[in-house]
């Protein structure tokens, strides 16, 4: 089970800090991954992260303004978000896989978790 918390309304040029918990056994074997949907559109890769951490990989529209991490000690993983804009603007939600390595594709990922919402205002 997955579960995602941290969203909410900031003013563009923003932070925030999504938290994804997991209650899963062995957390380190999963490779985990952020979305988004915006109303309207296709769900978006964000940020994944290899099982160690050691590895990650952005979309290109949150490049250099997200840092993705885990916590294997604590069954976590989380989305640090910085200089937010409107277009951030979504429905975020973490993902997990049974994987070595960084995945980009959501339809790759087996387990989700109910997402959190992102607003930004302008």
């Known amino acids: 089970q997955l579960q995602a918390c941290g969203g909410g309304l900031v003013q563009a040029g923003g932070s925030l800090n999504l938290s994804c918990a997991v209650s899963?056994?062995?957390?380190?074997?999963?490779?985990m991954g952020w979305f988004r949907q915006a109303p309207g559109k296709e769900r978006e890769f964000v940020a994944a992260?290899?099982?160690?951490?050691?590895?990650?990989d952005y979309g290109d529209s949150v490049k250099g303004r997200v840092t993705i991490s885990r916590d294997n000690a604590k069954n976590a993983m989380y989305l640090q978000m910085n200089s937010l804009k409107p277009e951030d603007t979504a429905v975020y939600y973490c993902?997990?896989?049974?994987?070595?390595?960084?995945?980009?594709?959501?339809?790759?990922?087996?387990?989700w978790g109910r997402g959190t919402q992102v607003t930004v205002s302008s």
């Open positions: 992260v290899d099982r160690s951490g050691g590895s990650a």
């Open positions: 899963a056994h062995f957390f380190s074997l999963y490779s």
């Open positions: 993902a997990a896989k049974l994987s070595l390595r960084v995945i980009k594709r959501a339809d790759e990922y087996n387990f």
